[in-house]
């Protein structure tokens, strides 16, 4: 078998085609549909799912060329989705940019981004491929399913009792799917068996919610140099993460008055409430308990790797990244 | 050959299908996602373009309860679009109901469209033949261009010189190609030759194209009871359609000084504004002028027809549509 592509020619390898895409869409007519959507696709990002894509067609021995167009696809419709829930969370800077809805308007986002939606079907549908109708499909119930975790975040902010297990379910599908769909599609391209791409799947799926635990954990409790962003922001909005739910389900009476206090008061100092939020989750050793949970799904997404047919040096690069992406030395 | 279905009973079809689906879709979690789409999809309408889609394959002696998935799909796009143009033009009532931005709110209809973009995908790729992947990328083509006509159509509010080539051309985007892309997936259902398929586009181009200018007509000329909503409205919405466009063309200077004072009047009686462009339009003898571009049209949609190689009887609920939808006699 041919020696593998690293993670890194694979990023490599998308970025190029993006720049090339990109700047053939900005110049197509009418410019104010076309020019947000260069705009959006230029905008960076690590281009991880079309790289997981790339990385599972690779693994199964496919052919990682006649994957790339489906690859676009995949990063296409993830930008899309940030784009419309930048104008749903009224989210005005995505990645030190303004959002589309800000550089241009409201209209111009909503518009743009339901040209992106189909854009990335036409990516998608340029595959030569026997199963390419099956991967279609699939891509659909990601796409539909990336929705319905979207709708289940903005439900979850008007809801006064989430479940932990509502939250595992909402981050499964807002976070993880993408990603597990994007490997098995990956899979599917290759001609993996259909088992080996289901194992392809679940390993995504668990990798996606160790991330999201431990990006949710890094919110709080992250070096704000290495963070990259501005920590607390989860605190400030109230959002029901993990460490949220659980200091609830944890705290003492005593606690729960502090936490609800802080969770209904409408005029506070913001770095108050964040020292006041993290003390009582430090109180609760959230950080151990988060961590803990969050390792569980990366060690079965390790699993769920190992029973992959495959021979063992070739899933090299996607231990590689699931260390790389949950910031792992070991 | 068997016998052919009339327009009637393929509408039924689809509507007792859509009444179906729409009452498992609004059983779907999370219901904030799911009701607002089964409440579009419940708020009616003629159902043409999937009648169109199933006449145009029962005309090539295709199968059509194997075409409803696909019908269904274009029925579900095009109340997609609907709602989010509902949006982006402020327009607050739909088949005089409230628009679903109005019924729930806008972070609804953003996110319950973008699910029936995806759900019109899911449809489409349920549908079972050897051209699926041709049919779904002239699905995407299609809907790609409805987004461009929709920007042009943007566009052109704030653009003082419109010619009337624009006009047309956006309108055929926005308008005339999903009808056209729906006669052409149902020839390519019934596997009719490409030639065929590219007639039965042809038709839908045209057809659409003579059916938008008479609507723009009957807009201002109508007898409101028959025209079943208020006349008038491109008027005073200052919108550039082919009776203002060309009323600017041939204007004599005291006529055009008239013309600009109404377009630019802030101020104004409704029903004056109305009275006074509709006058010009009549002294300028546009009523005429534009029933003859809209004749043409529709002559040259009959012509392709023709072209079509089918039997003529085979024809016949194709050119009763045609009559139909032109509200003509003969």
Redesign the interface.
């Known amino acids: 078998m041919k020696p593998m592509f690293t993670i890194e020619d694979l990023q490599q390898l998308v970025v190029d085609r993006l720049i090339q895409e990109a700047r053939r869409i900005g110049q197509t007519?009418?410019v104010?549909?076309y020019q947000p959507i260069e705009y959006t696709l230029n905008m960076g990002g690590k281009r991880l799912r079309p790289a997981m894509l790339l990385m599972a067609c690779d693994l199964f021995g496919g052919d990682v060329d006649q994957a790339l167009n489906a690859a676009v696809a995949v990063e296409v419709f993830h930008n899309f989705t940030l784009l419309?829930d930048d104008?749903?969370d009224l989210a005005d800077i995505r990645r030190n940019q303004p959002a589309v809805h800000k550089k241009y308007n409201e209209?111009v986002a909503?518009?743009s981004?339901?040209?992106m939606?189909?854009?990335a079907?036409?990516y998608l549908?340029k595959t030569e491929s026997p199963a390419?109708?099956k991967i279609?499909?699939l891509f659909?119930?990601t796409?539909?399913e990336v929705?319905?975790g979207?709708?289940?975040d903005?439900?979850f902010e008007n809801q006064t009792s989430v479940s932990i297990n509502d939250y595992l379910e909402m981050i499964r599908l807002k976070t993880a799917v993408l990603i597990a769909g994007s490997f098995k599609m990956g899979a599917q391209l290759a001609m993996a068996p259909d088992a080996d791409a289901d194992r392809i799947y679940g390993f995504g799926i668990s990798l996606g919610l160790a991330f999201q635990l431990q990006d949710d954990l890094l919110d709080v409790f992250a070096e704000q140099v290495k963070f990259g962003k501005k920590t607390g922001g989860d605190i400030l909005a109230n959002k029901k993460t993990f460490l949220l739910l659980k200091a609830l389900e944890l705290a003492n009476p005593e606690q729960k008055v502090q936490l609800n206090h802080w969770l209904n008061r409408k005029d506070f100092n913001p770095q108050e409430k964040i020292a006041a939020v993290k003390k009582i989750y430090t109180e609760l050793n959230l950080q151990e308990i988060s961590r803990q949970k969050s390792d569980e799904y990366y060690q079965s997404a390790l699993k769920e790797l190992q029973a992959v047919e495959a021979e063992i040096n070739r899933k090299e690069p996607l231990i590689l990244l699931a260390k790389t992406i949950m910031k792992r030395e070991h």
């Open positions: 007519q009418p104010n549909l419309h104008i749903m209209n909503i518009l981004g339901d040209a939606s189909i854009m079907y036409q549908l390419i109708q279609t499909q659909s119930k796409a539909m929705c319905e979207q709708q289940y903005m439900d």
